[in-house]
């Protein structure tokens, strides 16, 4: 029996499954389900974002462990390691993608607390019933990233601009900062197999394809090649 090799990247597959729930989400008419496939959606896409820092991580050397460093502290760490050079962490790019972990350590950490609201009361046709809705005032936004702090309000909306905030971040990175060759990035932000035919090493998920090309007025992808679907899979 021959045995070959896979280098597993989770990174690809992620992105295919937050859009994947975004797209879900828009056709979604039962809203607690919407609101489930929404923040879904988001939160993997949060992770989708950790996955590339982990790619980062893995062309330092010597090896150092990710517990060592948060997500951002892996994609600094990495240009700091290759070009000796500080990402700018004022841009808009940098602060949406840490505003979008900031969301993300709070659904990982959730905290108890407090809050006044104005409750509405009305009783049903059944005697021993009432219905009690909390009237809220319209939910803050955030500066930058403008997505709702309060993840109870989060609209399709909020989900694309999540997804769009990490394209655009790692078009940055990979194609300004770190000024990365073509020819190198699938390699650190796709898996790979040694099995593939005429010498292309690069394996792509057919679903994320598919999300992509449905998605592809929404997102514009410079930090990885995405090639034409496979015909009669459109």
Same mark, same amino acid.
């Given at each position: 029996?021959?045995? &070959? %090799?896979?280098? /597993?990247?989770?990174?690809?597959?992620?992105l295919?499954?937050s859009?994947?729930?975004?797209? =879900?989400?828009? $056709?979604?008419?039962?809203?607690?389900?919407?609101?489930?496939?929404?923040?879904?959606?988001?939160?993997?896409?949060?992770?989708?974002?950790?996955?590339?820092?982990?790619?980062?991580?893995?062309?330092?050397?010597?090896?150092?462990?990710?517990?060592?460093?948060s997500?951002?502290?892996?994609?600094?760490?990495?240009?700091?390691?290759?070009?000796?050079?500080?990402?700018?962490?004022?841009?808009p790019?940098y602060?949406n993608?840490?505003?979008?972990?900031?969301?993300?350590?709070?659904?990982?950490?959730?905290?108890?607390?407090?809050?006044?609201? &104005? %409750?509405?009361? /009305?009783?049903?046709?059944?005697?021993f019933?009432?219905?009690?809705?909390s009237?809220?005032? =319209?939910?803050? $936004?955030?500066n930058?990233?403008?997505?709702?702090?309060?993840s109870?309000h989060?609209?399709v909306?909020?989900?694309?601009?999540?997804?769009?905030a990490?394209?655009?971040f790692l078009n940055?990175?990979?194609?300004?900062?770190?000024?990365?060759d073509?020819?190198?990035?699938?390699?650190?932000?796709?898996?790979?197999?040694n099995i593939?035919?005429?010498?292309?090493?690069?394996?792509?998920?057919?679903?994320?394809?598919?999300?992509?090309?449905t998605?592809?007025?929404?997102f514009?992808?410079n930090?990885?090649?995405?090639?034409?679907?496979p015909?009669?899979?459109?």
């Amino acid at each position: 029996m021959e045995q &070959k %090799i896979i280098i /597993k990247n989770r990174f690809f597959s992620l992105l295919g499954e937050s859009l994947r729930l975004l797209n =879900e989400a828009e $056709k979604c008419d039962d809203e607690t389900l919407k609101n489930c496939l929404i923040t879904s959606s988001i939160l993997t896409c949060a992770y989708s974002l950790e996955a590339a820092a982990n790619s980062v991580l893995e062309t330092v050397e010597p090896k150092v462990s990710e517990r060592d460093y948060s997500t951002l502290g892996k994609f600094t760490l990495g240009l700091e390691h290759h070009l000796d050079k500080k990402m700018n962490k004022g841009c808009p790019e940098y602060q949406n993608v840490k505003a979008l972990l900031e969301h993300r350590n709070e659904h990982v950490h959730p905290k108890v607390f407090t809050k006044d609201v &104005k %409750i509405q009361t /009305k009783k049903s046709d059944d005697d021993f019933s009432w219905h009690h809705k909390s009237i809220e005032k =319209e939910p803050k $936004k955030r500066n930058l990233q403008n997505i709702s702090s309060d993840s109870e309000h989060w609209q399709v909306s909020d989900a694309k601009i999540a997804i769009k905030a990490v394209i655009e971040f790692l078009n940055i990175y990979v194609c300004e900062w770190w000024g990365l060759d073509e020819s190198v990035r699938d390699y650190v932000f796709l898996p790979q197999s040694n099995i593939a035919k005429n010498g292309e090493t690069r394996m792509y998920d057919i679903n994320t394809l598919k999300m992509l090309k449905t998605y592809e007025s929404s997102f514009t992808i410079n930090f990885i090649s995405i090639p034409a679907l496979p015909e009669g899979c459109a």
